[in-house]
Nanobody, 114 residues
Framework: QVHLVESGGGIVQSGGTLRLSCKVWGSGIDIYKMAWYRQSPGELYELVAS???????NYIDDVKDRFIISRDNYKSTIYLHMNSLKLDDMATYFC????????WGRGTRVIVSS
């Protein structure tokens, strides 16, 4: 059974930086496209960034040039380095893959203060 464990969230001032981590337990990740999603209360999951097995990233327009997604296949871990955080980035962040039916983890909450 695969478990996803996100960490690194917290409270940060607008304009600040956070680095999120997602450790995948129970599976390697080298063959999977991996992605970060976020969810605000009452909203659906929103895809934020993805990275394919070759390391090629893709971002939604809102975070392009501010966020960087990366992966370490040896550690079965992906990262999201978030710069210039805005109030609109405030959400719970989750990782997952669109290539398999893994259960969602608990996420890690990002709070941006003005």
């Amino acid at each position: 059974q695969v478990h996803l464990v996100e960490s690194g969230g917290g409270i940060v001032q607008s304009g600040g930086t956070l680095r999120l981590s997602c450790k995948v337990w129970g599976s390697g990740i080298d063959i999977y496209k991996m992605a970060w999603y976020r969810q605000s209360p009452g909203e659906l999951y929103e895809l934020v960034a993805s990275i394919d097995p070759s390391g090629r990233p893709n971002y939604i327009d809102d975070v392009k040039d501010r966020f960087i997604i990366s992966r370490d296949n040896y550690k079965s871990t992906i990262y999201l380095h978030m710069n210039s955080l805005k109030l609109d980035d405030m959400a719970t962040y989750f990782c997952n893959t669109p290539d398999a039916s893994w259960a969602w983890g608990r996420g890690t909450r990002v709070i941006v203060s003005s």
